[in-house]
């Protein structure tokens, strides 16, 4: 059975990013992995996830143990409001990689 296309937006770099995402608002961490597999084997290449689910670590797992390219993977992380400004941004950029 093949996946069906996904379609995607060109970024003004050239680089074609999937209009379609997995998020894991609300998936416990230990829910993520599983879910994340699934759906990167469903056809997914784009995940959004926050610091503030506590599901970062989960996602990780997922991703790399998907064998997938890297450069096929698109990763959405939000910051958490205490988490602006230019160091504490680069601080909490950080802990999500």
């Not at 961490?29 to 506590?54: F, P, W």
Request: charged letters at 20%; glycine letters at 10%; zero cysteines.
């Amino acid at each position: 059975m093949s996946t069906p296309a996904i379609p995607t937006v060109k970024l003004n770099n050239g680089v074609e990013i999937p209009q379609l995402g997995f998020g894991v608002f609300q998936v416990p961490d230990d829910e993520t992995t599983a879910a994340v597999s699934s759906a990167l084997e469903a056809g997914y290449r784009s995940i959004d996830t926050a610091a503030i689910y506590g599901n970062e670590t989960g996602v990780g797992r997922a991703l790399a143990a998907s064998g997938l390219p890297r450069e096929d993977l698109f990763v959405t992380t939000k910051l958490w409001n205490a988490d602006q400004g230019y160091d504490a941004t680069l601080r909490a950029f950080d802990a999500s990689l």
